[in-house]
């Protein structure tokens, strides 16, 4: 069985994270990005961490990728009749999550706790950990004004340019310690294909986490398609942020701690003259769960003989 | 007009403010208890005020008495599905009114105003205060171990003995300042129907409510018919701390600050037996809303000629 630690954001990441469960959940563990939390009236929302929890518990909405599925939305219906305008949705299953963790925090628990124990709950087999127990928050620098990163991805449906991007908190955000031993542990670690810099990024700023990942095999999977984002607005932000939409730019955020991509067959020959590493191909549109655990199983195929080097190097 | 301040606690006295409100809402002032608030989640939930509330927006749920109407449970039902067993029911439509109360409490308004927007989102026109903006605690020792209300009250359904109260907090609470010019300015106080241990008494425990009603016309409505509570535990609590269930027991938990008494017929005589002032009687049960409108009319003809009597004076 090989170890696996997959670093994952919202939906993209989320869509391999299931692919890798169904292939060996009890070896997986996945370390979420948690500096999208946001406060919903009060209750301590972790939307990367649910979409992720959701998947790994099969009970994550179909259609929308986020959310439990069979959503009801009578909380909100009645929050519109009494004159509230929410722009970030909560659904009525979805919200019973955020008050046992509320509940949870507020009784002085850790959030990694707390994720522990909705994964118990949910019969989950992988370790599901976030990034910090610490608060961190990314703002976004779009047209002179900071904005966190619900009010620009949500609010804004990240229709802004951005010109910056800040992850407040972390410089003061210690890991978990169960994700830096998972990490010290992994035969393989993987960065899915979340937008780095709303996503993986945050996490490899916690201090420790980059160290650790450095010494070990890392597989990346584009979140690009023939230079355009599967979903969302990375090629937008690398545009204005990196000073170009390439594959190049792209592996530049990781820089050197990366060994292998893995593209789409589109980007081959661009991946193949932009990194010096392992570049192997794949379709990478993850429509179905066929596509997922496909995808999953190519990255496993490639570690093996890597690691099998490692091993005798 | 006769401007009026009904001091109400949960289903029992919002009967009666049902009522009132029908007769001269504009004029109405509803001071109610709030020492039964509790944590549900993290979520500020505030019984009282939002039974009388949902009544005085005519969207209270017409079975159960609280709650609002066409009520669903995908929340509470979806905690289940977690693991939890919540033994408060919050539905969903509730669960907004909660929402919004923590987030306006987070962002540092008072309750009062909180109470005061919920009003306008609902269009409520009369006046609706909590107690105080501080926080108090109505606590029950029973069988040796002081319990929250609600846990007296909901999880273990009134059984234990009450042989002891205490309102926590009241020492340091202070009136809300709109409370007290309201009952500066009435021409009637009510006294609704509720349990005076858990509901009116917790009010009159601020300081500085007592000290302005002593000089106001005041009159009260039991919640006694013939020996029996129409609601809840107070035949019982008068036994264990009173130490006998009568009227006079009753009365004396207010004191001589009640200037008449409205009962049912069937206690016209032990009623007047019992007390000096003025004794009137009326079907106390008030099951439809000709009920509570017919009670809220005779307490008004009852407080005319004391009034008139009072302003010659």
């Known amino acids: 069985m090989v170890r696996v630690v997959v670093l994952s954001g919202g939906v993209g990441g989320s869509r391999l994270v299931e692919g890798l469960a169904a292939i060996g959940g009890k070896q997986l563990t996945v370390l979420v990005n948690t500096a999208d939390d946001t406060d919903y009236y009060g209750l301590h929302v972790s939307p990367d961490l649910d979409t992720n929890l959701?998947?790994?518990?099969?009970?994550v909405n179909p259609q929308r990728g986020w959310g439990v599925m069979d959503e009801r939305w009578t909380v909100e219906e009645q929050l519109k009749r009494l004159g509230e305008h929410p722009w970030f949705h909560v659904g009525d299953r979805d919200l019973a999550t955020h008050l046992i963790r509320t509940a949870a925090l507020h009784a002085g628990h850790f959030l990694s706790?707390?994720?522990?124990?909705l994964c118990r709950r949910l019969g989950v087999e992988s370790r599901l950990i976030p990034m910090t127990d610490d608060p961190v928050q990314t703002f976004l620098l779009c047209e002179g004004?900071?904005?966190p990163f619900q009010e620009y991805f949500v609010h804004r449906q990240a229709a802004p340019l951005v010109r910056a991007v800040a992850y407040r908190g972390s410089e003061h955000a210690r890991p978990v310690e169960a994700a830096?031993?998972?990490?010290e542990a992994a035969d393989l670690i993987v960065f899915a294909p979340s937008n780095p810099y709303t996503s993986l990024l945050p996490i490899l700023a916690v201090s420790g986490y980059r160290e650790v990942i450095r010494n070990k095999l890392v597989f990346a999977v584009s979140p690009l398609i023939g230079g355009q984002a599967v979903k969302g607005s990375l090629a937008a932000m690398l545009g204005s942020l990196a000073g170009e939409v390439s594959l190049r730019a792209l592996f530049d955020l990781y820089g050197d701690i990366v060994d292998g991509w893995l593209v789409d067959p589109v980007d081959m020959e661009e991946?193949?003259?932009?990194?010096e590493g392992v570049v192997a191909c794949e379709p990478l549109l993850l429509t179905t769960h066929a596509d997922r655990v496909r995808v999953a199983q190519r990255l496993l195929q490639l570690a093996n003989p890597l690691k099998e080097r490692e091993d005798r190097g």
């Open 54 to 59: 959701y998947v790994l518990a099969g009970i």
């Open 113 to 117: 706790e707390v994720t522990a124990d």
């Open 145 to 147: 004004e900071w904005l």
């Open 180 to 183: 830096l031993r998972a990490l």
């Open 271 to 275: 991946a193949r003259a932009s990194f």
